[in-house]
């Protein structure tokens, strides 16, 4: 049974940058993601990356702003924001599969929270 935890989140202004993090531990797996869930919104695909960091797939909504990562050696992935919005607000999940980039996915963090203020 994989546990996930995912640790970095806060608040931070509109235009700032902020990076979250996700330990893996109990197995190895290709593929990693992240999610996020906004108030009153569902849970929505952000980024994912392979176990070898050469295929990544973003949302369209965070293209060119966040930055997908991975260092299997110390089983930790991470996701680097930048040109941070309001619209990023929300709890940020970490997952796990051994399918494809967009899953599905089979285990989950407990997430961190990211609040952007305007």
């Known amino acids: 049974q994989a546990q996930l935890v995912e640790s970095g989140g806060g608040l931070v202004q509109a235009g700032g940058s902020l990076r979250v993090s996700c330990v893996v531990s109990?197995?190895?797996?290709?593929?990693m993601g992240w999610f996020r869930q906004a108030p009153g919104k569902e849970r929505e695909f952000v980024a994912a990356i392979s176990w070898s960091g050469m295929r990544t797939d973003y949302a369209d909504s965070v293209k060119g702003r966040f930055t997908i990562s991975r260092d299997n050696a110390k089983n930790t992935m991470y996701l680097q924001m930048n040109s941070l919005k309001p619209e990023d607000t929300g709890v940020y999940f970490c997952?796990?599969?051994?399918?494809?980039?967009?899953?599905?996915?089979?285990?989950w963090g407990q997430g961190t929270q990211v609040t952007v203020s305007s």
């Open positions: 997952a796990v599969t051994a399918s494809g980039l967009r899953g599905p996915y089979d285990y």
């Open positions: 109990g197995g190895t797996f290709s593929t």
